[in-house]
């Protein structure tokens, strides 16, 4: 089977998980933004129960268009039961996301993304079961 190629992230499956490298040191722009969401979404396809980890260990600086593509992929993987995590923030991209309130920044309240420091914590982070709420 042939490797699809992509544009804006590198992938590789660890364990069962995909792990999502972006490719983009600032993801900025609404085409950047719908052309990562495409990306995203076609990777993830419609499998069910499907774990991401997102690792943001090339990008410098985050723009608000670039939060489509990642509350898309959230939506799409919850739909089906998926699990998704960011890691490799720099503290300028996780400045960002907590401004927003996209992440917590020590866990104490609720947020969208959850975040690992690295993908090693994130892939253990998605071996662990959800705990009911």
Known sequence: M???????????????VLVVTLNEPQLRGDKMADALR??????????????????FQKVDYVFSAAF?????LRRRLQESGGRLVFCNLTPAVSEVFQ????????????????VKPDVSAALAFLQTPLSAD
């Open 2 to 16: 042939a490797e699809t190629s992509y544009q804006h992230i590198s992938l590789e499956t660890v364990d069962g």
């Open 38 to 55: 495409e990306e995203l979404l076609a990777i993830v396809g419609n499998k069910s129960g499907q774990r991401v980890v997102i690792s």
């Open 68 to 72: 489509r593509p990642f509350l898309s």
């Open 99 to 114: 401004v927003v309130r996209l992440i917590s920044a020590d866990g104490s309240s609720p947020a969208p993304f959850d």
